[in-house]
């Protein structure tokens, strides 16, 4: 122990570094106060560092969060100053038989991609760690998928599934007969939740697979050794330890989801009719077709309630599991 | 006193004559070097200046900007450009964004949302060269200025103004045994009959369409359903600003609308939107015999179809009327306008390169033919224009042309009628409940606006 006096600078900090130690052994008695400046001043330096990552995150994400959420409650038309209108526009918004289908369209979208994506992405995870020859090449191929401009895709899909395309002529041989994938309001949402899972389940496959190669061997040995079947094995040991993964994916693929634009406004235009008509989409054709500033900033935070709610509802039952698990 | 005055007169002249010399001198100077230098004087200006999309029209702009801004070396100009159906809501999101240009070609369908909501600057007629209101006012057609112009004030230079043509194939109607000229048809009932029999098909799948309709975009269908609705005695809008869509007249024009394929068969909907190629495209590859478009120019469509263009069997002709109605199409344009956002100075600069751009009207005929200038003077009654194919039925349809609704809820209208229209002919929708969700989409965009 360093002999630094009755007030002993490692009690008073209770983590002082050796250099810092070291510093004020060399420092004479009466300089101990500048010795707590020291302190302070290292404390504001590290501040000084973190400082510029606050404000950018002050002013470029949580500013426009509260600004829109505040835009919420005023009538803003872009060029005269906002007015306070209240609750005016969510109640306008809940009176709107558009918001309502474009919300049960987005949720529908949310759900059904968030799901396959897992589904698909950790299926194609385990055939790809079962270590067949070929396998690792099949991967990368598929990851090319995340690749490729989110324009590309969407105009390739779009004549893959128009109604003379090659998807309804690779049907047509099994008896399937002509479906109008992007113009019918039955097959539009589900064709671009398909093209959504297409694109990014191989994404999601890398991360399942970089958690099933972190398993531990000696489970499945002891498992076999016992004579667990390749699905017990699955269900009583490979599911619950990729649960951590399989929480993080279901997260970031439905926040994924919900920001979805591109696909649908490319793909269908939000048709036909208002079938695939998405928040994001309803947003920018309020904002900038329509010019209702505070009723697009009002639709922003009902999407923001929804993806808050969802992602608490995700922790709960993901945590709670946890619990019970361990 | 003589000789004093002889001596001083003497004097006098040749104190003249050097500041004659002097003054000739700086005359030159005036007339010669003294604009450079003045030009050189100029404060530098940047302006940047958006228009939409068009092989010709695009380009010409864009060539006269450039003679502009060579000729003044301290503009500079920032030419940019976008499809047509994106323009205006790009110019919104700049706007919304403070990054609107300077100075835009805005549709004429949109003015009354720019002029409702003071986004344009007044334009100083006397700058463009006109020696008063009344003087720029009488150089259009009426009701085109109309949509420019508030309060005494104008808002809008007219550039291009032209109306839809029924264009025919007219080979495809030989084929079919129909004379282009006797069997073009003036009624609903005759373009249904004629569409159909110039309709092909194999095994269910149409090989040529005999009529087909663009379903692009909410702006292709306001262009092509407003005369379908004002012919069948319909209005947008009654007098007290209810929508008025849903209507009898209404219901029958979508009936009408809907009966190219559920009563004649002539095309596919759904082929026609999921392909979403350039309008008129099936048209120009004769996979479609009629197509209703703006002027077609010879060189799109040589772009396309050689054949077409080197032989010529194609002809714009009137629309189909409705009932006792005689046909019409919707007529539309465009004008260069200034965001009332940017300083004096820039107003003054663009108001400069606006009256330069449309200071030879025989050239922008030449080189965006067959598309009319709005204007009335200086290029009408040219040779070339007068001697231009069809151009009689391309001013005749522009003259007796309808207008898309002015009002400062047209997105929302455009957009809930290109909804209507989809669920009407690809999900079979019932016609009278998917005009009235469209009307009473557009009553509550116009309450909330009327409220706010």
């Known amino acids: 122990m360093l002999d630094v006096g009755s007030r002993g600078l490692a009690s008073e900090s209770g983590s002082a570094t050796a250099i810092d130690l070291a510093h004020r052994q060399r420092l004479p008695r009466k300089r101990r106060g500048w010795s707590l400046r020291y302190r302070h001043r290292i404390q504001l330096w590290g501040f000084g560092f973190v400082l510029p990552t606050l404000l950018f995150l002050a002013v470029f994400k949580y500013g426009p969060m509260l600004w829109a959420i505040d835009l919420s409650f005023h009538a803003y038309d872009i060029v005269s100053p906002p007015r306070y209108v209240g609750l005016e526009n969510y109640r306008l918004l809940l009176a709107d038989p558009i918001f309502r289908e474009t919300l049960i369209n987005t949720l529908f979208y949310i759900a059904g991609s968030t799901l396959l994506i897992t589904v698909v992405g950790l299926a194609l995870a385990l055939a790809i760690n079962t270590g067949v020859p070929g396998s690792r090449s099949c991967m990368t191929i598929m990851f090319l998928t995340n690749l490729m401009p989110i324009l590309a895709v969407c105009l390739v899909w779009r004549f893959l599934l128009h109604p003379y395309g090659l998807v309804n002529q690779v049907l047509e041989p099994f008896g399937i007969g002509r479906i109008n994938w992007l113009t019918n309001d039955s097959t539009a949402l589900p064709a671009i939740i398909i093209v959504t899972v297409w694109r990014f389940a191989p994404y999601f496959m890398v991360v399942f697979l970089a958690a099933l190669l972190a398993l531990p061997a000696d489970y499945y040995e002891a498992a076999e050794l016992e004579g667990a079947g390749a699905l017990r094995r699955f269900w009583h040991i490979t599911l619950p330890l990729l649960s951590p993964t399989i929480f993080f994916v279901v997260v970031v693929s439905a926040l994924l989801s919900a920001r979805i634009f591109l696909m649908p406004y490319i793909m269908t235009g939000g048709g036909p009719g208002n079938a695939t008509r998405v928040l994001p989409m309803l947003i920018y054709e309020t904002a900038f077709s329509y010019m209702k500033m505070g009723m697009a900033a009002a639709i922003s935070v009902v999407l923001f309630a929804i993806m808050l709610v969802f992602t608490a509802l995700q922790m709960r039952f993901f945590l709670r599991r946890e619990q019970v698990n361990s | ?452």
């Open chain 2, 1 to 452: 006193m003589d000789s004093k005055s002889d001596k001083s007169g003497s004097q006098n002249t040749r104190r003249e004559f050097v500041r004659d010399i002097g003054a000739a001198g700086l005359l030159v100077a005036a007339a010669t070097g003294a604009p450079t230098v003045f030009a050189q004087g100029k404060a530098p200006i940047s302006l940047s200046f958006w228009t939409f999309e068009n092989p010709q029209q695009r380009p010409w702009l864009h060539k006269r900007v450039k003679q502009y801004t060579d000729r003044n070396p301290h503009v500079k100009v920032d030419f940019q450009w976008f499809a047509m159906g994106d323009l205006s809501k790009k110019v919104s999101v700049g706007y919304a964004t403070g990054t609107a240009p300077d100075g835009f070609v805005s549709q004429d369908w949109v003015m009354p949302v720019w002029m409702s909501k003071n986004l344009l600057a007044p334009l100083d007629v006397s700058r463009l060269g006109y020696a008063n209101y009344n003087a720029f006012v009488d150089d259009f057609a009426p009701a085109f200025v109309a949509g420019a112009t508030q309060g005494g004030k104008v808002y809008g230079y007219p550039l291009w103004f032209y109306a839809f043509s029924n264009y025919i194939n007219t080979n495809h109607f030989k084929e079919a045994g129909l004379d282009p000229v006797k069997n073009a048809p003036k009624t609903w009932d005759e373009f249904g009959e004629v569409a159909k029999r110039l309709t092909r098909k194999e095994g269910g799948k149409f090989t040529r369409q005999g009529f087909k309709f663009s379903m692009i975009a909410p702006v292709w269908t306001m262009l092509q359903y407003n005369p379908i609705l004002l012919m069948s005695g319909g209005k947008w809008f009654d007098d007290a600003g209810k929508c008025t869509v849903n209507n009898v007249a209404g219901v029958k024009a979508m009936t009408l609308r809907a009966s190219m394929v559920r009563q004649y068969g002539t095309e596919d909907p759904t082929d026609t939107i999921a392909t979403a190629p350039l309008p008129g495209m099936d048209w120009l590859k004769e996979r479609c015999s009629m197509f209703w478009s703006h002027p077609l120019p010879l060189v799109a469509i040589k772009s396309q179809n050689e054949k077409m263009a080197a032989e010529g069997y194609f002809k714009p002709i009137q629309y189909p009327g409705i009932g006792s109605t005689k046909g019409f199409s919707t007529s539309y344009g465009f004008n260069l306008v200034i965001n009332a956002q940017v300083s004096q100075a820039k107003q003054e600069a663009l108001h400069d390169l606006y009256k330069f751009i449309m200071s030879d009207p025989l050239d922008a005929w030449a080189d965006t033919q067959p598309f009319p200038l709005a204007r009335k003077s200086g290029w009408a009654d040219n040779p070339a224009v007068k001697t231009f194919p069809h151009v009689d039925e391309i001013l005749g349809a522009r003259d007796r042309g309808v207008y898309l609704p002015r009002t400062v809820v047209y997105n929302e209208l455009s957009d809930a009628m290109h909804r209507a229209v989809q669920k009407v002919l690809l999900n079979n929708g019932d016609i009278q409940q998917t005009l009235n969700e469209a009307a009473a989409e557009v009553d509550r965009a116009s309450a909330a606006l009327k409220k706010a």
